[in-house]
T-cell receptor, first 111, second 115 residues
Framework: EAQVTQNPRYLITVTGKKLTVTCSQN?????MSWYRQDPGLGLRQIYY???????DKGDVPEGYKVSRKEKRNFPLILESPSPNQTSLYFC??????????FGPGTRLTVL | GDSVTQMEGPVTLSEEAFLTINCTYT??????LFWYVQYPGEGLQLLLK?????DKGSNKGFEATYRKETTSFHLEKGSVQVSDSAVYFC??????????????FGQGTILTVHP
């Protein structure tokens, strides 16, 4: 089954404790993205990757890091989380043409 | 930069009512337009899309027409069901250069349908 998986689905952490949210896709897509969803703001892109070892900033990259060492994986790293990073995070992947497939989401709370 | 504006929500309707959710966009070039739906507790699913002016996307009774002259992509359904209750997002993709794969979203519209 074609899918994008994310882990964990729910996470509660404290300010400053490094964390990683994993994302994996099995569709051999070149492009992968991370978005955060906040009420009234829709989804905003954090980082994206066009291929292995090729990443770039989206609209709200501050406080986040990513890596793309393998085509199927695109982890999101928060080196020192802060409360304003409390949000719902989605990973997505796509082929050329812009149709994106989304993961189920990770709800992060930073205390 | 690119932007998408959706009508303010939430929208509450009775079953079998007509639905319109307005969406307008600002973009350079010739973007592709999308409607995504998010059911409670789930990720986003593509509902329909249109890739050029005057194209009509349709799926599950929903329709939207790409209007370049008014820069709009309004979502419509003739008769909504309780199961249509969800959050609806309008989005665009400007597939040029490094914009491949990037979607710009509107703020989302919460739809609640009552029996």
């Amino acid at each position: 089954e074609a899918q994008v998986t994310q882990n964990p689905r729910y996470l509660i952490t404290v300010t400053g404790k490094k964390l990683t949210v994993t994302c994996s896709q099995n569709m051999n897509h070149e492009y992968m993205s991370w978005y955060r969803q906040d009420p009234g703001l829709g989804l905003r892109q954090i980082y994206y990757s066009m291929n292995v070892e090729v990443t770039d900033k989206g609209d709200v990259p501050e406080g986040y890091k990513v890596s793309r060492k393998e085509k199927r994986n695109f982890p999101l790293i928060l080196e020192s989380p802060s409360p304003n990073q409390t949000s719902l995070y989605f990973c997505a992947s796509s082929s050329r043409g812009g149709e994106q497939f989304f993961g189920p989401g990770t709800r992060l709370t930073v205390l | 930069g690119d932007s998408v504006t959706q009508m303010e929500g939430p929208v509450t309707l009775s079953e079998e009512a007509f639905l319109t959710i307005n969406c307008t966009y600002t973009a350079t070039g010739y973007p592709s337009l999308f409607w995504y739906v998010q059911y409670p507790g789930e990720g986003l699913q593509l509902l329909l899309k249109a890739t050029k002016a005057d194209d009509k996307g349709s799926n599950k009774g929903f329709e939207a027409t790409y209007r370049k002259e008014t820069t709009s992509f309004h979502l419509e359904k003739g008769s909504v069901q309780v199961s249509d209750s969800a959050v609806y997002f309008c989005a665009l993709s400007n597939a040029g250069g490094t914009s491949y794969g990037k979607l710009t979203f509107g703020q989302g519209t919460i739809l609640t349908v009552h029996p």
